[in-house]
């Protein structure tokens, strides 16, 4: 298996733009995260999906973050309108299933700067 | 909340000699687990602890769970530049429907 599968790996643009990180977990993991890392706050985890159904969203930072998870093997994280404080790394991770809280498995991240 | 701290970190050391990280959570932890990220990269899984005291060897790594569930430490014997990175614990309630990470101890290996 590829493992968790994160594009672009490194997105720069100007503040007020929109940007949109994509993902693709391994195939039959029934669990997707999204995680924010920064050296200030470290790694925050922002929302969690389980069988394509957002479960929660209680880290998402505010309403210019969305997330979205049309199937099984896609999803999207997406920042509209980007400020220079959204500049971090981007994780995607998958987990097998049975519950939220079995063994993640990490993509490479992004690393988003907004200028 | 839940509140996971890590300590120390920063932890610097002399290739050969040993490492010890510290996890402790403000909540009793259903389970624990240990991840290793390098520079660059992403974290990695390492091991789930799940039993109270319970106590796990990787070769040259040690993972302890307390006896009260509430804390952890991962120790590294005879440390190598390999060895290099951050190490995060990730501790989840029995209640909890996901992981709270830890800070991390960033490690230095020096040759």
């Known amino acids: 298996d590829a493992g968790v599968i994160q594009s672009p790996r490194h997105e720069v643009t100007e503040m007020g733009q929109e940007v949109t990180l994509r993902c693709k977990p391994i195939?039959?993991?029934?669990?997707l995260f999204w995680y924010r890392q920064t050296m200030m706050r470290g790694l925050e985890l922002l929302i969690y999906?389980?069988?394509?159904?957002?479960?929660?969203d209680s880290g998402m930072p505010e309403d210019r973050f969305s997330a979205k998870m049309p199937n099984a093997s896609f999803s999207t994280l997406k920042i509209q309108p980007s400020e220079p404080r959204d500049s971090a790394v981007y994780f995607c991770?998958?987990?097998?299933?049975?519950?939220?809280?079995?063994?993640?498995?990490f993509g490479p991240g992004t690393r988003l700067t907004v200028l | 909340g839940q509140q996971v701290m890590q300590i120390p970190q920063y932890q610097h050391v002399q290739e050969g000699e040993d490492f010890t990280t510290y996890c402790n959570s403000s909540t009793t932890l259903s389970n624990i687990q240990w991840y290793k990220q390098r520079p660059g990269g992403h974290p990695v899984f390492l091991i789930q602890l799940v039993k109270s005291g319970e106590v796990k060897k990787q070769k040259r790594l040690t993972f302890q769970f307390g006896e009260a569930k509430k804390n952890s430490s991962l120790h590294i014997t005879a440390t190598q530049t390999t060895d290099v990175g951050t190490y995060f614990c990730?501790?989840?309630?029995?209640?909890?429907?996901?992981?709270?990470f830890g800070p991390g101890t960033r490690l230095s290996v020096l040759p």
């Open positions: 990730a501790g989840a309630t029995p209640r909890g429907q996901n992981f709270v």
């Open positions: 991770a998958s987990s097998p299933g049975g519950s939220s809280t079995d063994t993640q498995y």
């Open positions: 195939s039959g993991h029934d669990y």
């Open positions: 999906f389980n069988n394509n159904v957002p479960i929660d």
